[in-house]
Structure formats: structure tokens, C-alpha cells
């Protein structure tokens, strides 16, 4: 296993329409985490799983974003009539059971024109 | 909300300079977890401390949990070309949290001209 995987790297869309980006964590890890990260911020948490269920949502997760892991496995995270401001990169990250350590993608950028 | 502070925002290194930055919290943290970020690339953990008081060290890279548990410290020695990036301090905000990491704005190396 060769780590974090997310798809596509790179998305360029037109403001309204639907994007889906998919992460494939770690082999066995239970934790995964989505993040958001603009131009000189720090990624900002967006939503955790632990197995299939969704423990956690942040306040940044608007109801045009949902995220799903229905096998415990891969995730993942759908926005809905895409806005300018969602143009972001946007990270996933996954952690084993022994600690909280957690090991990111190479993200998903994403551009809404 | 709890935040991270990360201190300096930018530095400029010289190839064979030590560099120290740190993060502090106004909250007691019980992990800390240093990241590096290249552009358009996906933070790579660094080092990981859980107890206060712990130093760890990874190659040229060393980090110290600080004594209060609200601060940590990361310092490279013998800065190289390829240290060159951002460096973000993470943790657990601590009770109520299922497990999302918080993380700093991050201290940006680059290179003197």
C-alpha cells in the first residue's frame, strides 16, 4: 500500500454543477478525515469517519457538501451547485486504532469557474 | 474555538542554518503532530509527541513537547535546499473531539536570496 489516494488531482468546474472526489485510505485504517485548505491556511477540518459512520461534521460543511464511506473503506465527498468561494484544495487523511496520528492524499484541487 | 498559533509566519533560511519555529495554544493539548507541505502537494507527518516534556527527534529534524502542554517547538538543523516549504503544527482539540485534528496557519521557509 502505498498510501493516501485521491481522484482527480486537479477539477475545474463551472459554478452550479455537481463534483464527486473519492479518497482510498490507508489499508485498515479505520479513521478518515476530509479537509479543506485555501491559498495560506491551514487545513481546515471538514468532516471524520470512524468504519462507515460519520462521527463528526464541521460547521464548514454546508448543506450542499455530503460525504459517505458505505463500506468503511473508500469515501467520498460530494458538493452540490459548486460556488466560487468552494474553490479550494481538498485533502483527505486517514489513521489507524493505535494513536491520532493521520497521513494525507496529495489532495484534490478544485476550481470553480 | 481552540487555535493554533504558529510563530514565525515566514522565515528565510541559508543552506547550513538551524531554524527553530513553535506553535502555542491557549489550550492544553495532548498531541502534537508537525507537518511539512510542498505546493500543490498534500502535508507529509514529521514527527509525532504525545507525553509533555517529550523530544523526539527525526533525521535533522527535532520537536519538543512543551512542559505546559500548550506549546510545542520544531527545529531543523543544518537547513538543506529541500526544507524549503511550509511546516504546520497539528493536534486534538481535546475533549468533545471524536478524533479531527486542528491545525496552525502554518511557518513558511524559503531561501535567501
Known amino acids: 500500500d502505498t498510501g493516501v489516494s485521491q481522484d482527480p488531482r486537479h477539477k475545474i468546474t463551472k459554478r452550479g454543477q455537481n463534483v464527486t472526489f473519492r479518497c482510498d485510505p490507508i489499508s485498515e485504517h479505520n479513521r478518515l478525515y476530509w479537509y479543506r485548505q485555501t491559498l495560506g491556511q491551514g487545513p481546515e477540518f471538514l468532516t471524520y469517519f470512524q468504519n462507515e459512520a460519520q462521527l463528526e461534521k464541521s460547521r464548514l460543511l454546508s448543506d450542499r457538501f455530503s460525504a459517505e464511506r458505505p463500506k468503511g473503506s473508500f469515501s467520498t465527498l460530494e458538493i452540490q451547485r459548486t460556488e466560487q468561494g468552494d474553490s479550494a484544495m481538498y485533502l483527505c487523511?486517514?489513521?489507524?486504532?493505535?494513536?491520532?496520528?493521520?497521513?494525507f492524499g496529495q489532495g484534490t484541487r478544485l476550481t470553480v469557474v | 474555538g481552540q487555535q493554533l498559533n504558529q510563530s514565525p509566519q515566514s522565515m528565510f533560511i541559508q543552506e547550513g542554518e538551524d531554524v527553530s519555529m513553535n506553535c502555542t495554544s491557549s489550550s492544553i493539548f495532548n498531541t502534537w503532530l508537525w507537518y511539512k507541505q510542498d505546493p500543490g502537494e498534500g502535508p507529509v507527518l514529521l514527527i509525532a509527541?504525545?507525553?509533555?516534556?517529550e523530544l523526539t527527534s527525526n533525521g535533522r529534524l527535532t520537536a519538543q513537547f512543551g512542559i505546559t502542554r500548550k506549546d510545542s517547538f520544531l527545529n531543523i538543523s543544518a537547513s538543506i535546499p529541500s526544507d524549503v516549504g511550509i511546516y504546520f503544527c497539528?493536534?486534538?482539540?481535546?475533549?468533545?473531539?471524536?478524533?479531527?485534528?486542528?491545525f496552525g496557519k502554518g511557518t513558511k521557509l524559503s531561501v535567501k536570496p
Open positions: 497539528a493536534g486534538p482539540p481535546g475533549h468533545g473531539s471524536q478524533g479531527n485534528l486542528i
Open positions: 487523511a486517514s489513521g489507524g486504532r493505535a494513536n491520532t496520528e493521520a497521513f
Open positions: 509527541l504525545y507525553k509533555a516534556g
